[in-house]
């Protein structure tokens, strides 16, 4: 079992940064490819970024490449994504999620475990 805890989403102006965290509870968090999805009002749930279990190996939306970073730390259960340039398009609920699986996921199904999500807003 993987309980996941998002923080970081608040509101900022377009150009502007900010930089979501992900808290992992488990002793296997470092077996587990990690994941952030977003999800706009009215649309559907989409594929942001992924990081394999090591952090070896990272991919990214092409909304999003460029711009955004995900990276891990798992001596300390922990998950990033770092937002610059944030584009008005970028506003929605971020999701943090596990896989067991522990190569890069980029489907909502291949993920098992997920949090309660952190909203982001950017303002034009």
């Known amino acids: 079992q993987v309980q996941l805890i998002e923080s970081g989403g608040g509101l900022e102006q377009a150009g502007g940064s900010l930089r979501l965290s992900c808290a992992a509870s488990g002793r296997t968090f470092s077996s587990y490819a990690m994941g952030w999805f977003r999800q706009a009002p009215g649309k559907e749930r989409e594929f942001v970024s992924g990081i394999s279990w090591s952090g070896g190996s990272t991919y990214y939306a092409d909304s999003v490449k460029g711009r955004f970073t995900i990276s891990r730390d798992n001596a300390k259960n922990m998950v990033y994504l770092q937002m610059n340039s944030l584009k008005p398009e970028d506003t929605a609920v971020y999701y943090c999620?596990?896989?067991?699986?522990?190569?890069?996921?980029?489907?909502?199904?291949?993920?098992?475990?997920w949090g309660q999500g952190t909203q982001v807003t950017v303002s034009s």
């Open positions: 999620a596990a896989s067991e699986r522990g190569g890069v996921r980029v489907k909502t199904w291949e993920y098992l475990y």
